[in-house]
């Protein structure tokens, strides 16, 4: 697991989106996972500038979301569907067809996690898994509690998840109380993983995920787990790691180094 400290939030979605973009330049073909909420919006910000300043191509990249409120549809306003359209999707050439989220409105929940793996797979499986990262440690909407083998499915939200969404929808009272989400097993399944966190209320689950205890308690604990897992925090998201100054050197190090490759590519 290499942890990547940076000066700030801006700096965070900068070296996300650089890893993606590094990733498209190399397989105009890859297939990106994609989160939402606040902590992405830094990356995708970043990575529409890049398309237009350096004329990325997106026009063969295939997407899949991590998850969607269950009981809502696509067009909801705020459905992750709604979001992705929002904050990138129609800022990039990308092809609608090949942009995929699960259905929360599917009228049979075992049918669609299974569509959604078999298109994952049929996809040739994830280049990259774009991650943020919940107050109590959950990835995707794999609550504390899920499986490491899991796979997509819908699950209930935690009390704290749904507070922590509150604000998107006006009320707690108004938030779906469940998700359709990849597995933990699924993310783990991806070929890279990256990991965002900004901000100091990340900062203990940061801790937990990276330097405690594989636990179903803290899901984002089993990217320990990963060959290739890629963790970019703020200053203020690593204030708890115990090894934090192990990981300055090591990324010191690494630049030292005539092998040394940037976390952008």
Known sequence: MRVVIEANVQRVGEVAAEILAAQVRRDPRSVLGLATGGTPCGCYRELIAIHRRDGLDFSQVRTFNLDEYWGISPDHPQSYHTFMRAELFQYLNLCPANCHLPRGDASDSIAESERYERGIRDAGGIDIQLLGLGRNGHIGFNEPGSSLASRTRVKHLARQTIDDNARFFGAPELVPR????????????????????????????????????????????????????????????????????????????????????????
């Open 178 to 265: 469940s998700a359709i989400t990849m597995g933990v097993q699924t993310i783990l399944d991806a070929r890279h993983c990256l990991l965002l966190a900004t901000g100091i209320s990340k900062a203990g689950a940061i801790a937990a995920a990276v330097e405690g205890p594989v636990t179903a308690a803290i899901p984002a604990s089993a990217l320990q787990l990963h060959p290739q897992v890629t963790v970019i925090v703020d200053e203020d998201a690593a204030a708890e790691l115990r090894n934090r100054e192990y990981y300055l050197l090591a990324e010191q190090g690494r630049r030292e180094s005539s092998e040394y490759e940037s976390p952008q590519h």
